[in-house]
């Protein structure tokens, strides 16, 4: 630091003016006054220094992939848009957009894209949708075939595979994504001692149903889902059904509701009601029983895994508190039921469809989501109710939940090949929009479970009289949707 001096230099002035007049006006007199102040100056030091800068400058994408997913809530968005930014950091010229829709909305929502000439590139969606879709020509069934190729279509399971079949082309109009599957859950700690064997045809289902009750603490062999009001008997008798090879059209499109396998599956169905829970049913006493120790067995989804370990959540609140200690390791899955005329698994799968008109990065985008680490971080947000369809996938999936360290590797083993003879009534290869309609409406409108109560509870119908009461309903109903057409 310097210091240095400034003089300031002040000139005063003084003027004296006289009176007004005439003549020259008197010179003023000037007084020079000098002060001297010291002033402090910091001098300050400027170093510049080059520094090399890196300037990314954004650029526009080339390709943007428009993905519409019913995984829809914020927490599974964000996922689906980790797993993109993956796939953008990689392809810089293509942005993905994931786009959040209601299941329920699809419909509507790709008409008004079509009609406007702006499909969305990737749909995911029930395959329930996929087959109407199909139907109308939406979906570019050689897209998906290319991915199913890439993928390896050997590394699928061959019942979803079958299950995204168009029948008119013979081709597969979607990718299978994910899923759930329903089963027989039981006892198997208690079968084995009773040397019985697991609940998968008829005639072992009868023979629990016979010798569970009074065994250990079991008071009941099941709790049948048995409720007018609600849609869990149909759940759980279409799968009875279909084991049966009952539906509810024929290849002819005629209504089949008062057949001899459906009258057959309707006694067989009701006639459980022999070794179960009385009164009015439906899942929540199903769970419940089972974790009290009161049933042996119980049909119900993949989404009980985690119930079986800390205990289903009760209506007054808090959680069931489960009675059998390892409960979840001595409970067996049986996914697939066989009957007189056939065999079946009831469950959901969800597609990934690439409609028509949609941009061929589409498929590669797919592939990624579909592919390693991308594919477990998207089953990882419900992995109970999210099974892989690639057999390949089942290791990592299997460590994605603490639960699943409770449950037995041959029933983890049973729960990933549950897609191998999964089947639904909507999903029967061959129905066309207005038949899947009426399936919708037999469901919507409770018309199985309404027989069900009326035959297991009631005594008002026997299984043939409700197989009647049945057709008749099922054919006005679809006379009525013909009516519409």
């Known amino acids: 630091m310097k210091r240095s001096f400034a003089v300031l230099t002040v000139l005063v002035i003084l003027g004296l003016l006289g009176a007004q007049c005439a003549g020259p006006a008197p010179t003023p007199e000037r007084i020079v006054e000098t002060v001297i102040v010291e002033k402090e100056v910091e001098k300050e030091v400027v170093v ?19 993905f519409w997913t019913t995984d829809n809530e914020e927490a599974r968005v964000d996922v689906y848009e980790a797993v993109a930014e993956g796939y953008m950091a990689e392809h810089p010229e293509v942005e993905i957009r994931i786009v959040p829709i209601e ?57 979803p595979l079958a299950m995204v079949t168009n029948p008119a082309t013979g081709k597969r109009a979607a990718v299978p994504f994910d899923g759930w599957i329903q089963a027989a859950w039981y006892r198997a700690d208690v079968f084995e001692e009773a040397g019985l064997n697991p609940p998968i045809t008829w005639d ?55 057949t001899p396998e459906m009258v057959e599956a309707l006694a067989f169905y009701t006639e459980l009601q022999r070794c179960a829970m009385p009164g009015p049913q439906y899942w929540r006493g199903a769970r419940e029983s089972y974790e009290l120790d009161q049933s042996g067995m119980l049909f119900y989804s993949t989404y009980i895994m985690d119930d079986l370990v800390e205990g289903s959540g009760l209506e007054a609140g ?32 969800v597609a990934l469809g690439i409609p028509i008109g949609a941009d061929p990065e589409a498929q590669a985008v797919i592939e990624w989501f579909m592919t390693g680490q991308n594919y477990q971080d998207v089953l990882a ?71 069900i109560s009326n035959i297991a509870l009631e005594g008002s119908m026997t299984p043939e009289t409700g197989a009647e009461w049945l057709q008749e309903q099922v054919e006005a109903i679809y006379a009525e949707r013909q009516a519409e057409q």
């Open 48 to 66: 510049t220094k080059e520094v090399e800068v890196e300037v990314q400058v954004p650029t526009k994408a080339e390709t943007i992939i428009e």
């Open 204 to 258: 072992d289902i009868n023979a629990a149903c016979d010798a569970l009750p009074g065994t250990g603490n079991l008071l009941y062999a099941l709790t049948l889902a048995t409720d007018p009001g609600q849609n869990y008997p149909h759940q759980v008798f279409e799968q009875v059904a279909m084991s049966n090879d009952a539906w509810p059209f024929d290849d002819a499109g005629n209504v089949t509701m008062n």
């Open 103 to 159: 299941e329920a909305g699809i419909s509507q929502r790709i008409a008004t894209a079509l009609a406007a000439n702006r499909p969305p590139d990737i749909i995911r969606m029930g395959v329930e949708r996929v087959a109407a879709f199909a139907a109308d020509g939406v979906l570019d069934e050689d897209a998906a075939e290319a991915v199913i190729a890439s993928l390896g279509e050997d590394d699928f399971r061959a019942g």
């Open 381 to 451: 947000l419900a992995p109970f109710g999210k099974v892989p369809v690639l057999k390949s996938a089942v290791d990592g999936w299997s460590g994605l939940s603490d639960f699943f360290q409770y449950y037995s590797e041959d029933t983890m083993a049973q729960i990933a090949g549950g897609y191998e003879t999964m089947q639904r009534w909507l999903f029967r290869p061959g129905y066309d929009a207005t038949q899947r309609a009426v399936v919708g409406d037999i469901e919507g409108r409770l018309l199985i479970s309404q027989v």
């Open 318 to 349: 808090g959680n069931v508190q489960i009675a059998v200690e390892d409960l979840a390791l001595k409970t067996g899955f049986a996914s697939e039921m066989v009957g007189p005329n056939g065999s079946a698994s009831y469950g959901q799968l």
